[in-house]
């Protein structure tokens, strides 16, 4: 499994989740995972049809297909979840 991360310096949503997603990477060192700024990656977001509404979190299969695409705020225990759910995929 692999996450994708898309943020902003701009973005109060994403400067709550990167404590949170450190956190869980930390933890979790097997967990695979990109961080694209908005602005300066703008090309790879819209590649992915990520809009300026952020955090924006992509799930991929380990064949690089999208499983599921969150956005906004989550807890961490809701992460945990989340990725425990998709791992094997």
Do not use: Q
């Not at 902003?8 to 961080?35: D, H, T």
């Not at 992915?48 to 499983?67: A, D, M, Q, R, T």
């Not at 599921?68 to 705020?73: A, C, L, Q």
């Amino acid at each position: 499994m692999k996450v994708l991360k898309f943020g902003a310096v701009w973005c109060p949503g994403c400067l709550i989740m990167k404590p949170r997603w450190k956190e869980i990477e930390e933890e979790n060192p097997w967990l695979k995972n990109e961080y694209f700024d908005y602005d300066e990656n703008n090309d790879i977001a819209h590649k992915w049809n990520v809009s300026n509404i952020l955090p924006v979190f992509i799930f991929l299969n380990k064949n690089g297909e999208e499983i599921i695409r969150i956005s906004g705020e989550y807890s961490k225990n809701k992460l945990i979840e989340l990725i425990t759910k998709y791992k094997d995929l």
